[in-house]
């Protein structure tokens, strides 16, 4: 699919949105979501607490100097504020030790 047929068929949908804006939405069962959410909430296992095994994966797990490329390794973690702002990290980008 090329560009321009995409393009065509977002703005046609826009439209037919603008005119009818529930056309494109499904009724809510009420009684299916119920028995989703009780079933959910009753299942023993689901829990939002870390246990100790996902708390140790979630260390970092590489070192923070790489004696093979002599210069410090970076997080993963920092990434989105690299890419949010790559001028505050040029140093760290050319393979600079900052002073």
């Known amino acids: 699919m090329n560009e321009t047929h995409l393009a065509d068929r977002l703005k046609a949908q826009e439209r037919g949105?603008?005119?009818?804006?529930?056309a494109c939405s499904?009724?809510?069962d009420l009684d299916d979501l119920?028995?989703?959410l009780r079933q959910v909430s009753s299942d023993n296992s689901f829990?939002?607490?870390l246990n100790p095994q996902t708390i140790e994966r979630?260390?970092?797990s590489t070192p923070p100097f790489d004696?093979?490329?002599e210069r410090t390794r970076y997080?993963?973690?920092l990434i989105k504020d690299v890419f949010g702002n790559p001028d505050q990290y040029?140093?760290?980008l050319r393979g600079v030790e900052a002073a």
């Open 47 to 49: 829990s939002l607490r």
């Open 67 to 69: 004696p093979e490329v």
């Open 90 to 92: 040029s140093d760290m």
């Open 58 to 60: 979630l260390e970092p």
């Open 26 to 28: 499904r009724l809510l």
């Open 34 to 36: 119920d028995a989703r």
């Open 17 to 22: 949105l603008a005119q009818s804006p529930t």
């Open 75 to 77: 997080e993963i973690d």
